[in-house]
């Protein structure tokens, strides 16, 4: 019997024997792993055998943990990092070269962005396309290109990408397809059904869903063919050819990189990502109706929210997501009739200024002068991001609370 994504994720742990007949995958913070006989070490440790060698590159918390995981994108396989920004950096230190070309949407988030700029400088080639559109993706395609590499929904103007036709334009041309999944969660879409080859989580998001917990992954679908792709190392090819990928992206990039998920917080996330689908309804319901309601107030000028009719890329968010997402941002009206970005957010009562989002509760945060601070006024100002841009992650609060919250502090004089 096929179950649905809920109950999928909520009996995840009991598909296999848990110790002392524990309901969830209990936390195993053991470092080191102890073979009776040296000879099964060492296969461990080659990747001829299941088991762990040593607490940097997993435990069975973290292993339990990948498999809730891999199940929500319906992949092949998962590996687990400290952080989303660890996932990313792992797999691209896993598997780019010296010379190889990256196409990437240019509506980006700022640490990825600033992880571009340092693998340029490592001899990486990164060319930013407008990926709303697959036919800029293809015009920046190089033979030297390895990888395309997309955002769902960009953080913080909610642009969407060109998902389905970049697919297939990965997969005629041979090319590693990452699609990073975080903004959407693999609840309200899977990138796999546009034929993405590996997909990143920031599980700090929305998975895992209560702020308590740093945690990234990495999965792959089972698509993309690893024996064409160029970069492999002969070390990791003794597994199923399927299996290429995911291992070289944990035993080199897990392993150079040291970005360890430890037990603790891989077992609040596992617990969390329990009621993803739950808060998401929940909060995509709440994102509609602010969206809506900021889209009629006068001292709102913008709203960025791809639920809404005139969002460039509505009818693409509306045929490919189940819901159009928590996040959004809004612009200000400056001058005379307008309001100061941070009087504004000093008023707000029930909403956090934080810099977080995918959290049960609604957060904000001034973009220009926090996140994309670094990047400088000229690249803002490529990027679309205003003075008084103010990012919003919508929670799972009553909506009419919500509501009544924002319009006092817009309305207050």
Same mark, same amino acid.
């Given at each position: 019997m096929k179950n649905g994504f809920t109950t999928t994720i909520l009996h995840s742990d009991l598909e296999a024997p848990i110790e002392h007949d524990s309901v969830h995958k209990p936390m195993h913070i053991a470092v080191a792993y102890g073979y009776e006989d040296a000879r099964e070490l060492a296969r461990v440790f080659k990747g001829e055998a299941a088991g762990y060698a040593y607490g940097r590159q997993g435990?069975?918390?973290t292993a339990a943990l990948e498999s809730k995981v891999t199940k929500m994108e319906q992949g092949v396989a998962s590996a687990c990092f400290s952080t989303g920004m660890g996932a990313i950096a792992s797999m691209f230190i896993a598997l780019l070269k010296k010379g190889d070309h990256v196409v990437s949407t240019s509506f980006l988030f700022g640490n990825t962005n600033s992880l571009f700029g340092t693998l340029n400088n490592l001899g990486c080639d990164i060319s930013f396309v407008d990926a709303t559109d697959a036919a800029n993706v293809e015009r920046a395609l190089t033979p030297a290109t390895r990888m395309v590499?997309? #955002? *769902?929904?960009a953080n913080p103007r909610t642009q969407v990408a060109d998902l389905a036709r970049i697919g297939e334009l990965c997969a005629r041309r041979g090319l590693l397809y990452v699609v990073d999944n975080t903004m959407t969660s693999p609840y309200l879409y899977l990138?796999?059904?546009?034929q993405a080859s590996l997909v990143v989580n920031s599980l700090t998001k929305y998975i895992g869903g209560h702020g308590n917990a740093l945690g990234g992954a990495v999965t792959d679908?089972?698509?993309y063919d690893w024996t064409k792709y160029p970069n492999i190392y002969d070390n990791y090819k003794n597994a199923k050819k399927e299996m290429w990928g995911i291992q070289q992206i944990r035993k080199k990039g897990l392993r150079d990189v040291g970005?360890?998920?430890?037990?603790?917080?891989?077992?609040r996330i596992a617990v969390g990502a #329990? *009621?993803?689908a739950l808060r998401m309804e929940r909060a995509c319901v709440n994102a509609l109706a602010l969206a809506n309601f900021f889209e009629s107030h006068p001292k709102v000028t913008r709203v960025y929210y791809p639920g809404l009719e005139n969002h460039p890329e509505h009818a693409r968010a509306k045929r490919w997501f189940k819901h159009y997402g928590a996040l959004m941002s809004i612009e200000l009206a400056q001058g005379n009739e307008g309001i100061d970005c941070f009087e504004f957010l000093n008023r707000l009562q029930l909403v956090i200024?934080?810099?977080?989002?995918?959290?049960?509760r609604t957060l904000a945060i001034p973009i220009a002068q926090t996140i994309f601070w670094e990047m400088g006024a000229a690249r803002r100002a490529e990027m679309g991001i205003a003075e008084s841009l103010i990012r919003l992650s919508i929670g799972i609060e009553d909506t009419d609370d919500l509501i009544g919250d924002f319009k006092q502090a817009l309305d207050a004089k």
């Open positions: 435990n069975p918390t590499f997309v #955002e *769902t929904i990138p796999k059904r546009d679908t089972g698509l970005a360890t998920l430890a037990a603790e917080p891989a077992h #329990e *009621t993803l200024s934080s810099s977080h989002l995918g959290d049960n």
